[in-house]
């Protein structure tokens, strides 16, 4: 099944502490992003890669780091996590080209940092 | 200013009513346009794209006027399923400029 996977659902951390959520497709899309939606903000871009080894910043980087190894992977790094990045993050892919309408989405990550 | 803008709603509709609301955004480069279904904070899914011609999809229509910078979604004979909000969402240069949302909750 086509997909984008994000680990974990759900987690709750103590500011300071670096995590990582995973995010990989399985449908050979050159272009993945995340994004962090929070209550009458909409989704809000943080970081988008359109190929392996090539990112970018979105609307809001600061206090995050991604990398893109490999092209089925894009994970989101908060080397100290801080309570204003509690947010729900949401990983999506795409083949690519300014008009695709194939944006998959994986299924969020609640994180909270305490 | 942001560069989507949605009235949040909530629309409260009866079974079988129409409803209909739009978006406006900032960007007149933008190129491609879209509106995306989100049920209880789980992912966005995507409904349907917008052309300036206007399309449907079953229940759904959606038209894009580029002069005046807005899009619109309107859904006839609404069901409960169609309780959502729904998410206008603009294409530029492979970034994503999303709406806050329209929520809109069909009532038997």
């Known amino acids: 099944e086509a997909q984008v996977t994000q680990n974990p659902r759900y987690l709750i951390t103590v500011t300071g502490k670096k995590l990582t959520v995973t995010c990989s497709q399985n449908m050979n899309h050159e272009y993945m992003s995340w994004y962090r939606q929070d209550p009458g903000l909409g989704l809000r871009q943080i970081y988008y890669?359109?190929?392996?080894?090539?990112?970018d910043k979105g609307d809001v980087p600061e206090g995050y780091k991604v990398s893109r190894k490999e092209k089925r992977n894009f994970p989101l790094i908060l080397e100290s996590p801080s309570p204003n990045q509690t947010s729900l993050y949401f990983c999506?892919?795409?083949?690519?080209?300014?008009?695709?309408?194939?944006?998959?989405f994986g299924s969020g990550t609640r994180l909270t940092v305490v | 200013r942001k560069e989507v803008e949605q009235d949040p709603g909530p629309f409260n509709v009866p079974e079988g009513a129409t409803v209909a609301f739009n978006c406006t955004y900032s960007n007149s480069a933008s190129q491609s346009f879209f509106w995306y279904r989100q049920d209880c904070r789980k992912e966005p899914k995507l409904l349907m794209s917008?052309?300036?011609s206007g399309n449907e999809d079953g229940r759904f229509t959606a038209q894009l006027n580029r002069a005046s910078q807005y899009i619109s979604l309107l859904i006839r004979d609404s069901k409960l399923s169609d309780s959502a909000t729904y998410l206008c969402?603009?294409?530029?240069?492979?970034?994503?400029?999303f709406g806050a949302g329209t929520t809109v909750t069909v009532r038997a």
């Open positions: 917008v052309y300036s």
């Open positions: 890669s359109m190929n392996v080894e090539v990112t």
């Open positions: 969402v603009v294409n530029y240069d492979y970034k994503l400029s």
């Open positions: 999506a892919s795409s083949p690519g080209g300014t008009s695709s309408r194939s944006y998959t």
